[in-house]
């Protein structure tokens, strides 16, 4: 059932103008066309892929068989519901739409001629804007976002934005893209291809290999009990090798960096804490102060987010405060906390016993947006600890998971709760004085054969701090 009437909401910082609609019937099918519908849908079901097919593009050649001159002003961070038929013979047509903003005009194919987010054709030379279009098909809502070149994308940030106040896509149990049990993997592609397309928090776990060795640094990178990969180990060196290779390339960015010690070994975590002091947070590239940073202090490093507890020495640096951003006291399965260290609010809740609570854990996902996006954050570096405890990061997992149900791995429940949230992002047009961020959006499986949807939606949601002037 697709909704009658053509809604769109503008997430941009700046007013646009719906000034015509053309629609297409759409392409009679047949012949080889029809095949490779047959053959992508056996696909799918062999590969567990759930998105739909892509729409085909609107040619050139193309006579549209209705146009309507229309002028319908969407304000900035508002939604506006027009008396726009959805289709007019078929829900299979497709139609362009021409938006005006600043006096150029733009257009986008809707739905989407791709099975991902499109960006919208400038009409004129030498555009003043970049606009994204995410059609939700069954809503007949269209979402437009700014822009953002995803591999530079806090570029267009001010550097006395607190790193807190951004809306970021992470990704849970980052590295876990190789061949691997279902349960297990977690992500469609790799830590260097997550990071070209705009992630910018990574979920680690490892397991220090030789613990009682101070000489020795190397960390296995592990999911829960298991190894990330069936074919031998992986370690967090060659992860941070191109973790650092991608700042140099992208000195604009960071990326924050949440470890956690888990795996089958003896070590403890304060064998882990010792290990990364000694090995690897050195020369300045890493942010290992314990509170939260600007984005101008954190560009080009890594951001220790961590989640195991600290020997000694560690607990004195700093004047006594510690050392990294403190997430060790963290609630387990929890749909809303806060860690004790008062840096972190978070929702956690992963146990999917039945396919059905998948209901349950959107929305989870979707009351931590709304509680993130509900803070109006300052701008300026904060003082101290103590200071940044009044705007903490909102982390929110997207992951779910129940190793003894298949419909309930990863990449099943991701399946689910992913477009969900897109649709939640696109469509959520609570307006209030906050500042509309996500918080720390911690996601399974995107990527898949290219869709960025998410992602860039949420990076698309930064643009009401570029709006704000104090």
């Known amino acids: 059932?697709?909704?009658?009437?053509?809604?769109?909401?503008?997430?941009?910082?700046?007013?646009?103008?719906?000034?015509?609609?053309?629609?297409?019937?759409?392409?009679?099918?047949?012949?080889?066309?029809?095949?490779?519908?047959?053959?992508?849908?056996?696909?799918?079901?062999?590969?567990?892929?759930?998105?739909?097919?892509?729409?085909?593009?609107?040619?050139?050649?193309?006579?549209?068989?209705?146009?309507?001159?229309?002028?319908?002003?969407?304000?900035?961070?508002?939604?506006?519901?027009?008396?726009?038929?959805?289709?007019?013979?078929?829900?299979?047509?497709?139609?362009?739409?021409?938006?005006?903003?600043?006096?150029?005009?733009?257009?986008?194919?809707v739905p989407v001629p791709t099975a991902e987010s499109a960006s919208m054709k400038a009409l004129s030379d030498k555009p003043k804007h970049r606009f994204t279009g995410i059609y939700i098909t069954p809503e007949s809502f269209l979402a437009i976002f700014s822009s953002s070149n995803l591999n530079a994308w806090m570029r267009e940030l001010r550097d006395d934005t607190l790193l807190s106040a951004l809306s970021i896509p992470g990704t849970h149990n980052s590295p876990t893209c190789h061949i691997a049990p279902p349960s297990v993997r977690c992500q469609a592609?790799?830590?260097?291809?997550?990071?070209?397309?705009?992630?910018?928090?990574?979920?680690?776990?490892?397991?220090?290999?030789?613990?009682?060795?101070?000489?020795?640094?190397?960390?296995?990178?592990?999911?829960?009990?298991?190894?990330?990969?069936?074919?031998?180990?992986?370690?967090?060196?060659?992860?941070?090798?191109?973790?650092?290779?991608?700042?140099?390339?992208?000195?604009?960015?960071?990326?924050?960096?949440?470890?956690?010690?888990?795996?089958?070994?003896?070590?403890?975590d304060e064998q882990l804490a010792r290990i990364l002091h000694d090995h690897y947070a050195k020369g300045g590239r890493w942010w290992v102060r314990p509170k939260i940073p600007t984005l101008g202090e954190a560009r080009g490093k890594v951001v220790l987010m961590r989640r195991f507890n600290l020997n000694q020495k560690l607990k004195g640096e700093h004047g006594g405060t510690g050392w990294g951003i403190d997430a060790a006291a963290w609630e387990d399965n929890t749909p809303h906390a806060k860690c004790a260290s008062g840096l972190l609010c978070i929702q956690d809740f992963?146990?999917?016993?039945?396919?059905?609570?998948?209901?349950?854990?959107?929305?989870?996902?979707?009351?931590?947006?709304?509680?993130?996006?509900?803070?109006?954050?300052?701008?300026?570096?904060?003082?101290?600890?103590?200071?940044?405890?009044?705007?903490?990061?909102?982390?929110?997992?997207?992951?779910?998971?129940?190793?003894?149900?298949?419909?309930?791995w990863p990449e099943k429940v991701a399946a689910k709760v992913n477009p969900a949230i897109v649709d939640y992002i696109c469509r959520r047009g609570k307006e209030h004085d906050g500042d509309c961020s996500t918080g720390i959006l911690v996601t399974d499986w995107v990527g898949l054969d290219g869709d960025w949807d998410l992602v860039r939606s949420i990076v698309g949601m930064n643009a009401k701090l570029r709006l704000r002037k104090e």
Not at 201 to 226: C, G, K, M, N, T
Request: with cysteine; net charge neutral; proline share 4%.
């Open 350 to 408: 992963y146990e999917v016993l039945e396919s059905m609570n998948i209901e349950k854990k959107i929305k989870y996902v979707c009351e931590q947006i709304d509680r993130a996006g509900c803070c109006r954050y300052p701008f300026g570096v904060q003082p101290d600890l103590r200071a940044t405890k009044a705007f903490p990061f909102y982390v929110n997992f997207l992951s779910a998971s129940n190793f003894w149900k298949t419909d309930t």
């Open 1 to 109: 059932m697709v909704a009658e009437h053509l809604s769109i909401r503008n997430n941009t910082s700046t007013s646009i103008v719906l000034k015509r609609i053309e629609r297409f019937r759409a392409p009679e099918k047949g012949g080889f066309s029809a095949f490779s519908t047959v053959a992508r849908n056996f696909t799918q079901v062999l590969t567990n892929q759930t998105r739909n097919d892509a729409v085909s593009c609107i040619e050139q050649d193309s006579h549209h068989f209705e146009e309507k001159n229309v002028d319908i002003r969407i304000e900035p961070f508002t939604t506006k519901k027009t008396d726009l038929r959805s289709f007019i013979e078929s829900d299979k047509e497709r139609t362009r739409l021409i938006f005006e903003a600043e006096g150029q005009k733009y257009q986008i194919q």
């Open 189 to 268: 592609v790799s830590p260097k291809e997550q990071l070209e397309n705009g992630v910018r928090f990574f979920d680690i776990r490892v397991q220090p290999q030789y613990p009682e060795d101070p000489a020795r640094d190397e960390l296995v990178l592990v999911h829960s009990a298991f190894p990330i990969s069936l074919t031998g180990n992986k370690y967090f060196r060659d992860l941070l090798r191109e973790i650092e290779g991608f700042l140099d390339r992208n000195p604009s960015e960071t990326l924050i960096v949440s470890l956690k010690r888990e795996g089958t070994g003896n070590a403890t």
